[in-house]
Structure formats: C-alpha cells, structure tokens
C-alpha cells in the first residue's frame, strides 16, 4: 500500500488439487496455523505479514492420486452360463482421476459398465491374454473422493461341465483393493469351493 506508514496482514495461498506447497524461504513473513484463520482445508499455507516489503518462494510438487477399492463380486451359475455382477467403491485422495482401469476375464461377454460420469469405456490394445483383458473406462469429469463403478458381464460355461476357474475383478492403478466375492447356483446345479485360494478366505452362509 503506497502512502502507508505501516503494513500487516495476512497471506494464504490455496493450492488446487494434486499440489503441495512447502515455503522455500521467506522474508518478512511469518508462518500461521490455517486452523485459526478459519481455514480447514488440506494443504493451505497461511502467513502472518510483518512488513510492507515482504517476499515469498514456495516449492510446488505434484501429488499422485492414492486410490483404494472396496469390491463386491457376485456370480450366478446357470445351465451354460456364468452371470457377473459387481460394484467397486473406490475412495480417490489428492486429485482426481478423469479414467479408471479395471481388468476382466478374457472370455466375458456383453461387458457394461456403469456410473456417473461414465463417457465411454473400451478394451486397451496390447493389453490383453488369453486369461485377462484391460479396460479403461473414461469419465466426462474428474471425480475425486467416493465414486462407485458398477459392471456386468456373461461368460459361457462348457456343457455339463464338472468344473470351472473364477477369475476376479482386478482395478488397476490403485493402492489398495480388498472384496468379497458371492456365488450363487440356479435351477438344478450345485456349486462347491473344496479348496479357496491362498488370498481368498471362505464365508459360509
């Protein structure tokens, strides 16, 4: 302020999502909690004024999402066909996430996801096998925080089959992802698990 005798105030700066400030150095400046500013917001640096000829340097640095996954899975075993249902709840922090890649069996059939914001989805090319194929499913936003995903899918089952291999639902890029899985028989079948594997324990209703 020209013409002023004296300078005080204060300062906050408010970086957007997916950047952390840290002041570098200073000068005539002096750190304040945010909290009593009134300030709750993560990653805010507040500053206390002291002088009219004050300067500031701040180091910025990106911030990757950290994404976890709650998923349930639920499977019907019909005649020739095995029917997939399954919700994943992620918990996105730090920034948003404008797509999400989830892995699908190779052999599933009549895929649909579904979900706010959910723009397109598609199989990504070079990243596929015989017993998975990716998916990336784009959104018309970022979404940040809680975001459900839902997807459904078929795969056949052989003729008076004795026998058949589950493969689950694996998201992609994300920190953590825990589930359960439900299996459930129609009509005339029966569906027995005699040994889970080793990441997979058995709930019995």
Do not use: C
């Not at 990106?62 to 499977?75: G, K």
């Not at 992620?90 to 996430?97: K, M, P």
């Not at 895929?111 to 070079?126: H, K, N």
């Amino acid at each position: 302020m020209r013409e002023a005798d004296k300078q005080r105030g204060q300062l906050l700066v408010v970086p957007e999502q997916g950047l952390r400030l840290q002041a570098s150095t200073r000068d005539g400046v002096t750190p304040l909690d945010p909290l009593k500013s009134g300030v709750r917001q993560k990653g805010v640096l507040a500053f206390r004024l002291l002088q009219r000829d004050w300067t500031l340097a701040l180091d910025l640095e990106r911030v990757a999402a950290w994404i976890q996954v709650a998923s349930l899975q639920h499977v019907t075993f019909r005649d020739a066909q095995l029917m997939v249902a399954a919700n994943l709840q992620y918990e996105i922090e730090n920034t948003g996430v404008k797509s999400l890649r989830v892995r699908l069996p190779a052999n599933a059939e009549g895929v649909r996801f579904r979900g706010e914001q959910v723009s397109d989805f598609l199989l990504r090319p070079g990243q596929t096998n015989d017993v998975v194929r990716e998916w990336e499913i784009k959104l018309h936003r970022r979404v940040i925080g809680k975001y459900l995903l839902q997807v459904n899918y078929t795969l056949s089952l052989a003729e008076r089959a004795a026998e058949t291999t589950l493969v689950g639902i694996e998201a992609q890029e994300v920190n953590l992802q825990r589930g359960f899985v439900t299996i459930q028989s129609a009509g005339r079948l029966q569906v027995r698990v005699d040994a889970p594997p080793v990441h997979v324990r058995l709930l019995r209703k």
